[in-house]
């Protein structure tokens, strides 16, 4: 929320987007259809393929629709922050860095309950890399944040509503 929140303040309520055709409903649900199911899926499947058990149990179902709300509110700020017309060169590195950072400072403040987050950094950093990429790309053939934001909020909800309870638990 509180990024949301500063990307409000910052770039104001009206954010112009850099194609009408995808402000139309039906295009973007499409557009966002198909990027959360390409990024989430294929990289779910190999990632469940190849390293682990990465598919949500329906137990782990309701964290998984609370982290959506989260990781959704988060990206889309993050979307608009980093891509939206007076983005600045850089304001997507300099986000994340802040994302890792704070993660530092959790770490910092309650060392034996979070240094399971210092073994995750590479993930999320990867992800980052990954999603990031998956992002621009959509961003750059519909000229709208909603595609990537929601496709990158289903990838980290998914990794973290199935990876935290393992590792918390």
């Given at each position: 929320m509180l990024t949301y929140a500063l990307a409000a303040w910052a770039y104001g309520r009206?954010?112009?987007?850099?194609?009408?055709?995808?402000?139309?409903?039906?295009?973007?649900?499409?557009a966002t259809i198909a990027v959360t199911s390409y990024a989430a899926g294929v990289f779910g499947y190999a990632?469940?393929?190849?390293i682990t058990i990465y598919h949500p149990v329906p137990a782990r179902f309701p964290?998984?629709?609370v982290m959506l709300v989260g990781t959704f509110?988060?990206?889309?700020?993050?979307?608009?922050?980093?891509?939206g017309e007076g983005a600045g060169r850089g304001a997507a590195a300099a986000e994340k860095a802040g994302f890792v950072v704070s993660l530092a400072i959790a770490v910092a403040l309650d060392f034996e309950r979070l240094f399971f987050l210092i073994i995750i950094v590479p993930v999320i950093a990867l992800f980052f890399i990954i999603y990031g990429l998956f992002?621009?790309?959509?961003?750059?053939?519909?000229g709208h944040?909603?595609?990537?934001?929601?496709?990158?909020?289903?990838?980290?909800?998914?990794?973290?509503?199935?990876?935290?309870?393992?590792?918390a638990g």
């Open positions: 009206q954010h112009r987007v850099t194609k009408t055709a995808a402000t139309r409903a039906l295009p973007l649900v499409l990632i469940e393929a190849t964290l998984f629709a509110i988060y990206f889309l700020a993050s979307e608009w922050a980093t891509r992002s621009r790309w959509s961003f750059r053939r519909t944040p909603v595609p990537g934001a929601v496709a990158t909020a289903v990838a980290f909800a998914w990794g973290i509503s199935v990876t935290f309870p393992m590792l």
